[in-house]
């Protein structure tokens, strides 16, 4: 099984820089947040092999990093879906009533931890568990609402449709994973609910690398064929005497 995650994970950092590589220069200009979001993750990811390397997966600095970093993408994701649920609705007369409203869930969505798990020590792991589950189950129903007004959007735009769902493919995975690992401490079940949230990870990324992937990995349409411009037959050209 360790084989199997340590796969997962080089997989995951493989797809990280490609989705870093795909989004410059066009993808930047247009998802700035998902381009933090993509950074912020390698970083992430290069700093938790190399501790886990170097000090084990024991470590409380290896700890410490793991589940800061976490909190803080957790955070990027729900902020995501907040700034494309804005962007959809550009143009539209209820745009300044959502963006009120969104703000406020965004407020709502990083005070709200600290009133629901105040029985837990702060910044315990188990604090930082529930927290995680908290934003990324937050993310998933913020992101049917997403996906409610791109389908109320007759312009609605393919390539943040393909970024929604990636997205929601992300944080669902993440938020059952992490769900799953508060019932089980341990054991097969905790390896699977691990596994689980490894693979929908992996599979959101796939989705945005094929979104942002460049234009020679595209497809080209199949050309078609050229014909010969017909010859006039000696009867047509004939003089008719």
């Not at 470590?59 to 995501?80: C, G, H, P, Q, R």
């Amino acid at each position: 099984m360790s084989l199997l995650f340590s796969v997962a994970g080089a997989i995951g950092i493989a797809l990280q820089v490609a989705l870093v590589f795909f989004l410059l220069p066009r993808g930047v200009r247009k998802f700035p947040i998902l381009m933090l979001h993509a950074v912020a993750r390698l970083l992430a990811d290069a700093a938790e092999v190399t501790l886990s390397r170097k000090l084990g997966f024991g470590a409380a600095l290896y700890a410490k990093v793991y589940w800061t970093s976490e909190v803080f993408i957790d955070m990027l994701l729900f902020l995501m879906v907040i700034v494309f649920t804005y962007q959809v609705l550009e143009g539209s007369p209820m745009r300044a009533q959502a963006a009120r409203l969104l703000t406020g869930v965004g407020v709502v969505a990083v005070l709200a931890p600290f009133a629901i798990y105040h029985q837990r020590v702060l910044f315990s792991n188990n604090w930082f568990n529930g927290v995680i589950q908290w934003l990324n189950f937050g993310a998933g129903i913020m992101n049917l609402a997403l996906w409610t007004a791109l389908l109320a959007n007759k312009k609605r735009d393919p390539q943040l449709v393909a970024v929604s769902i990636g997205l929601g493919l992300a944080v669902t995975g993440a938020a059952l994973g992490f769900g799953f690992r508060q019932f089980f401490r341990q054991g097969g079940m905790r390896n699977a609910a691990n596994l689980e949230q490894i693979l929908t990870h992996l599979l959101g990324l796939t989705v945005w690398c094929w979104t942002f992937r460049p234009s020679w990995m595209r497809e080209q349409p199949p050309r078609p064929p050229q014909t010969q411009p017909s010859r006039p037959s000696p009867a047509a050209t004939s003089s008719g005497y």
